[in-house]
């Protein structure tokens, strides 16, 4: 009988990012649950070199998937990869993260280890059960799985860092074949601005029609900068061609969960509630005091974009200049 | 070289602004239903590589309720050139892994009948919203497979290269065909259904496949097949009221909305 929560931790691009610790924060939410044990797995093409930084955060014990032909994504060999650790493991709750690369690997392994599968779980209830956005983020489902082994995506922004706290738990490397692949990568192209990834980011600044053009982006791009948060935007503002389709939150775009969401000339459709309505703070900047975004907000401000934005800004770094003498 | 392209589509609420029903079940009863939004992007992938290479054909797959079949219509509309309808009611309550199982079991069957080269799916469904069943279908298949497509670079009779979007830049990956690509929306713009596409796809008649056709059992298939279920429903928790940040001028707001977000440890 499988016996233990396995946290899979993916390094992207041979490094670890600081959400990875999200996974053994809600692993360790599911083993206290189940009343199982907690173990992690790094999977990689430098594995090794990355589990001394896991050993240390909850985990009973590290498993490290090394392999060449890990040092870049594909489905197969990772998905042969994890399921590898997952059988060491003997683990009953295999936990991913719910981006691209944890989503495919999540779909993956749930054939290949006959399990049910959720993905993007926002909480973990103490029978084991869990919840999960449904609609579109109109409902939330409470998801229960009837096999014996489950895979799931935790949401990002959701679960509690694990902190490197205590004595490091045992390393030990786990060898698999990778076998013939019927998929090859070929190579990778990063993007050119150091542009802060939606997806994770602990802060938000979304822009939709109300700016009126790529030109009313300029002012929001700059309070974005003064905060340290990642651009959004609206489907209208995305189909009028201001900004590319990578900003777009909503439904059709992407789900975030930041502390802080702050939209700027954004209605509040319920297409992009979709993909915002669980964030922390939400500010709404606004000419209409009664469109449903200012209805819904925690703090609504009213008034012009063009000439609320520039003051908001000079007010964040005139703050940040005192905070941080030079 | 032609290529036999499926594009698997689903059948939708056409809104996702829906309640819960006294027992916690989403209610739905009455929505109409659509082609799932992100599939509309995988017909126009399927249609435009079908043009590219003559004599391709681009075949639309669902599993769904008699209802369903509208969505194959939808694709055929848009320029598909048939479609398959899997269905039966031991095909109902079923989650990503019953029905990547019948999608597999229904691509065996196509490949069987004609090798099959590509198969696109959407980014994911509107109601479960998962983005799986691409990959999980390619997995019971032991094809090859990626997620979050933006284009198809290449595509001949063995392989297919394309870009796939991660969150921090593109990877080229080249995949052995057949193999199964789900699609993101910048991979194209869709067509609006054309008026010769709309007069076949009312002509259209589509092979009814049940799970005993497929050679599925009814263990596998519906809610029985299921891995995991949604046991119930509800409303996400209500938000606190807001505050409303007043001022005379913008400027006296501009600083108010900055004291408040230091107050609360967000700057
Ligand atoms: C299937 C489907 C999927 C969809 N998916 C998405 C999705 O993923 N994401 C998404 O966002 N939408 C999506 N939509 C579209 C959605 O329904 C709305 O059309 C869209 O969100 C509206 O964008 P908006 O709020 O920017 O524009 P509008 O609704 O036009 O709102 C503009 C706002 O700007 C305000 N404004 C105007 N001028 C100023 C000014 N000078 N200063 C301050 N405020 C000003 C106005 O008061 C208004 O509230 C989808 C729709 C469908 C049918
Ligand atoms: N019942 C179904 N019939 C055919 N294709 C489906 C079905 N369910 C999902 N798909 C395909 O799989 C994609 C991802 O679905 P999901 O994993 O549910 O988000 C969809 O965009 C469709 O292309």
């Not at chain 1, 399921?83 to 683990?91: I, N, P, T």
């Not at chain 1, 190579?187 to 009313?216: P, Y």
């Not at chain 2, 509208?70 to 990503?96: C, K, N, W, Y």
Request: hydrophobic share 45%.
């Amino acid at each position: 009988m499988a016996n233990g929560i396995l946290v899979v931790i993916l390094p992207s691009r041979g490094t670890l990012s600081p959400s990875s610790y999200e996974l053994l924060g809600a692993g360790k939410a599911l083993a206290d649950a189940l009343k199982q044990p907690l173990l992690a797995a790094v999977v990689g093409g430098n594995a090794a070199a990355l589990a001394g930084d896991v050993a240390s955060r909850g985990a009973s014990k590290v498993l490290a998937v090394e392999h060449s032909s890990l040092t870049n994504f594909t489905e197969e060999s990772y998905a042969k990869a994890a399921a590898a650790a997952v059988a060491k493991a003997d683990a009953s709750r295999v936990i991913l993260p719910s981006t691209i690369a944890g989503r495919s690997l999540a779909a993956r392994l749930a054939v290949l280890l006959k399990a049910g599968l959720a993905t993007d779980v926002v909480e973990i209830l103490p029978d084991g059960k869990v919840r999960r956005g449904y609609y579109g983020g109109n409902l939330i489902a409470e998801v229960e799985f009837k096999t014996p082994v489950a895979v799931l995506t935790v949401a990002p922004m959701t679960f509690p860092r694990a902190e490197a706290a205590g004595a490091a738990a045992p390393i030990e490397a786990v060898s698999f074949e990778p076998g013939s692949s019927v998929s090859e990568f070929v190579s990778f192209e990063g993007e050119t601005s150091r542009e802060i990834d939606l997806g994770a980011a602990e802060k938000v600044v979304s822009g939709g029609a109300g700016l009126g053009s790529a030109e009313g982006f300029k002012p929001l791009f700059e309070l974005a900068h003064a905060l340290g948060a990642a651009v959004g935007a609206s489907r209208r503002a995305v189909d009028s061609g201001w900004i590319p389709y990578k900003h777009q939150v909503g439904l059709t775009g992407r789900t975030v969960r930041p502390k802080l969401y702050v939209a700027v000339g954004i209605s509040g459709q319920i297409q992009h509630l979709a993909g915002m309505a669980a964030s922390g703070t939400i500010v709404a900047i606004n000419s209409d005091k009664d469109c449903p975004l200012m209805q819904m907000a925690s703090i609504a401000v009213q008034g012009e974009y063009s000439e609320l934005l520039p003051l908001i800004t000079a007010e964040i770094k005139a703050r940040k200049g005192h905070a941080v003498p030079a | 070289m032609a290529l036999n392209i499926i594009v698997c589509v689903k059948s939708t609420p056409s809104t996702v602004n829906v309640g819960v029903d006294a027992d916690g079940k989403p209610k739905i009863a009455g929505v109409p239903v659509a082609l799932n939004p992100f599939d509309e992007f995988a017909v126009e992938a399927a249609v435009r590589l079908k043009e590219s290479v003559p004599g391709s054909t681009a075949t639309a797959l669902t599993v769904g309720p008699d209802a369903a079949a509208e969505v194959l219509r939808e694709a055929i509309a848009r320029g598909a050139d048939g479609g398959v309808h899997v269905t039966g009611p031991e095909f109902e309550g079923g989650d990503s892994y019953a029905t990547s199982l019948a999608l597999s079991a229904a691509l065996k069957k196509l490949h069987a009948e004609k090798p099959v080269s590509l198969v696109l799916f959407g980014k994911n469904t509107s109601d479960a919203g998962a983005g799986v069943v691409g990959t999980q279908t390619a997995a019971w298949l032991d094809w090859a497979s990626v997620c979050a497509v933006k284009k198809l670079e290449a595509v001949d009779e063995t392989s297919a290269t394309v870009l796939r979007q991660m969150e921090d830049g593109v990877d080229t990956v080249k995949l052995k065909l057949p193999a199964c690509v789900s699609t993101i929306k910048e991979i194209n713009e869709p067509r609006l259904p054309s008026l010769k596409g709309k007069m076949a796809s009312k002509k259209a008649v589509f092979p009814k496949w049940t799970a005993s056709d497929l050679g599925l059992q009814p263990a596998q298939t519906g809610a029985a097949g299921a891995g995991a279920v949604v046991v119930k429903a509800a409303l996400p928790p209500a938000r606190p009221a807001g505050l409303k940040v007043e001022g005379a001028t913008a400027a006296e707001k501009a600083a108010k909305l900055v004291d408040i977000l230091v107050e609360r440890k967000l700057i």
